[in-house]
């Protein structure tokens, strides 16, 4: 491993200790310079130096009018320079002696024929220099676990255990808020744009031997080498869950696939037969790539398909159930043995077959401990869902009226903290995996929001926790078919 | 139509002016006091009158002994009080000429046969004295044009199109938060419970008709007079979209939905022939239907199948365009007059055939009205789908810090409400519709928040905008159809 790891980039690039930000200036207008501004303001831990023709200073760091000034080891070069001056920034990176790039700047294949051209010119420069890079035309990469933020948009929500592929800067970036509200965390997150030299397939090998990225999710558009996808995501399927969402296949999709990362899209039946012979597990939206590889790098993969239900509520408890069935999930009726456990906590307006339905709870421990830990230990159940844990949503509207709550949402967000410990800790001792459905944000509900950050997966919607239940219980069939 | 309504007691209801509050007090632990203060607080413009065997004040107003009691006309009666004492509770009623209730208390049919048999004779007990009523063992209505607000959940976020029906409390109340994030607002909803007397016919004949309502939606677990759903639904299905999500035709699903609302539940395949014959659109997730529902209350009817995709980024393009051709929708590349047109805004990294990308832009304009205009009024094109307007979500992060933003977030915020209210425009002006698709919850971002309210759709997902457009598409050929 040690001498695979060696011959791939990717992990020097992901811990650089010194980077050149080549195109950073006091222009806030440019991207470079937000770059710079993002790993700056995110605590970057290694030395960072901007580089550009004009500026003596840029952001508080002395600036240097070219890569090879800097007066230290470079690490890393980020080039995010107008399109014709990229050749340049290669050679000056080449007789510096700098290994890595991450290419930025666009203007390239995804252009027409003379980008095209120039994509060839600049790779086979940094070729005769030996250096390797990602892009061109690429957001830039993360890693949340050094303070690293190349990228346009700012990532302060912590490190996590999700490795990102994308063609589409987008996905990276655009996302993170998006992603921060379903609690969702990346160990890294790197954008591949136009793939000239480091690919997607470089990317799998490197997540697959990551030790912090525990599944890898990869939005794709085209891929470059077929062969040697199968060949490596093969490999990694065995050890880690790799997720794709491949978009390109149609017509309308491969039209915009050319004019944005340049990719040479095959249709999705043939990507299809391509990521099942991988051991890949195929999304078909964006959605669905975040949450099941998010489910997948948090949770335990059962060794069944019989799903329990636990719910304050009938609605999401017949939701549920009716989603099990359409994923071929079974939702068995407990032993009775199981039932006679159960039956003491619930009234008598609820039911406790499977799906459990409490109708109403003070005790959230119920729901969060004593319930579940009963469930889970049965030999009859391999993977849980809880529908309904709220705690402060509620309160949050009526807090301020000492008249109408006893409890306020201070005491009652630290109330919280104990449950989510618990029921984080059920999926580890158990070894089965647990999932939560809401319609109550982290933002409004404390649970929610401790849940998440426990790594217990919590997503708006009783269908989408029974489709990454779904996509966990694939990825057992397909470690035990490998 | 006048006398048909004045049939169906719904309308009376909804509009209710005096409610008597059976079972609040000053405890609020119970459901009955929860239910006065949500109508408290909310604002209701009516006249409230609880009513409890012991207090003499609750939450500032006077208490009754019983309905008798109250010194004025009683339009409805909100009944939450313990299973056993309901039946007096309706004589009560009946004495006092009460015509019309929601009764809250659960129970009786959902939990077995003596309940069946209570609510047997509560009903027979109502129709003696003439009494029409809503559950039992449902959450309430809420009517926020008038800020009529009987559940368990706050409802602050004003009044909309959508008109919901549910057999569950939970996908009225529990979603209220859910809704409003995504920008959705009810005109009237109503939990059906199990519909012991007013079931989910009445309900949609009720709503056909209302003109606050312009799209329906209904969560289902069983229907229980299917001829008459048919007969009610295809006549209201001509005038306003109706939307549905059945759940109970799996066998775990129809456990959970007997001891739930004791509903009798008929196989999905069934169910799916009577929506279509019905021009019933038949959603597969709980949120399809809010959404779908959502975009039909807000958006004109396209006459055709024809998408314009428009984007700042490469992926939403292609996710866009992919779900597009699964959703049988066509992406058309735009005529040479169109493509002329537009080619001025698109910078050379960007593409203009459709998608169009502009990969960066700095006026907003473009996205709100100069590319939509030209797109909205080309003959090629039925329905337009937006993606990635953005303002404050990036600055948010920085805004405190002036070396880096040249505007506010106060300016920029004021800046985002013209832009949105001309978006809002086309629509009504080209008879077509616009959905936009964004990662950028209202929270983060104004111009999602300004949209939304100014009712333009937007999701959070490409997928989403692409499924909303379908069904826009699907009740178009409904209309066609029928």
């Not at 650089?16 to 080549?22: F, G, S």
């Not at 255990?161 to 993170?176: A, C, E, N, P, R």
């Not at 997607?200 to 990551?210: F, K, M, N, R, T």
């Not at 998440?452 to 966990?472: N, R, T, W």
Request: net charge negative.
């Amino acid at each position: 491993m040690t001498e695979k790891l060696s011959r791939n980039p990717l992990p020097a690039m992901f811990n650089a200790e010194t980077i050149a930000m080549v195109g950073a200036s006091n222009n806030m207008d440019t991207m470079g310079s937000v770059l710079l501004m993002n790993n700056l303001k995110g605590g970057f831990v290694g030395r960072l130096y901007p580089v550009h023709p004009k500026e003596k200073e840029v952001m508080g760091l002395k600036a240097y009018k070219t890569v090879g000034d800097i007066p230290d080891v470079v690490d890393l070069a980020v080039i995010c320079v107008p399109t014709k001056v990229v050749p340049d920034i290669i050679k000056d990176c080449g007789v510096k002696g700098v290994k890595n790039a991450v290419i930025i700047s666009g203007g390239f294949r995804e252009t027409g024929t003379d980008g095209k051209k120039l994509e060839e010119e600049i790779l086979a420069l940094a070729q005769s220099y030996g250096i390797r890079f990602l892009g061109p035309n690429c957001i830039g990469i993360i890693n949340p676990y050094r303070n690293l933020n190349i990228t346009t948009f700012p990532y302060f929500h912590g490190p996590g255990s999700l490795g990102l592929i994308s063609q589409s800067g987008t996905y990276v970036t655009q996302v993170i808020d998006y992603l921060e509200q379903k609690g969702i965390r990346y160990s890294r997150a790197m954008s591949v744009g136009n793939q000239a030299d480091l690919d997607l397939v470089d990317c799998i090998d490197y997540l697959g031997d990551d030790p912090e990225t525990l599944a890898i999710a990869a939005y794709i558009e085209g891929i470059k080498r077929p062969r040697a996808f199968l060949e490596v995501a093969r490999r990694v399927s065995i050890k880690k869950p790799v997720v794709a969402l491949y978009v390109g296949g149609t017509e309308a999709g491969a039209r915009s696939s050319a004019t944005h990362t340049g990719a040479i899209c095959a249709p999705n039946s043939l990507c299809s037969g391509l990521f099942n012979q991988a051991g890949v597990i195929e999304a078909s939206t964006i959605e669905e790539l975040y949450e099941w590889a998010w489910a997948l790098a948090t949770q335990p993969i059962p060794t069944g398909r019989r799903v329990a239900i636990l719910t304050q509520s009938g609605g999401p408890a017949a939701s549920l159930s009716d989603a099990c069935e359409k994923y071929d999930l079974q939702v068995p009726i407990f032993s009775p043995e199981l039932q006679d456990r159960l039956k003491p906590f619930v009234p008598p307006t609820g039911s406790y077959q499977n799906p459990v339905d409490l109708t109403y709870f003070r005790d959230i421990a119920l729901m969060t401990e004593k319930m579940p830990r009963l469930i889970l230990e049965d030999d009859g159940i391999d993977c849980l869902i809880i529908h309904g844990l709220m705690a402060t949503s509620w309160l949050r509207v009526y807090d301020s009226d000492p008249e109408t709550s006893e409890v306020s949402m201070e005491q009652m967000t630290d109330m919280m903290k104990g449950p989510s410990k618990k029921l984080a800790q059920l999926p580890k001792e158990y070894k089965k995996p647990v999932i939560c459905s809401t319609f109550k944000g982290r933002e409004i509900e404390v649970i929610t929001k401790f849940l998440q950050d426990d790594e217990i997966p919590c997503f708006y919607g009783p269908e989408k926790a029974v489709s990454a239940i779904a996509a966990l219980c694939h990825y057992g069939e397909i470690r035990r078919r490998m």
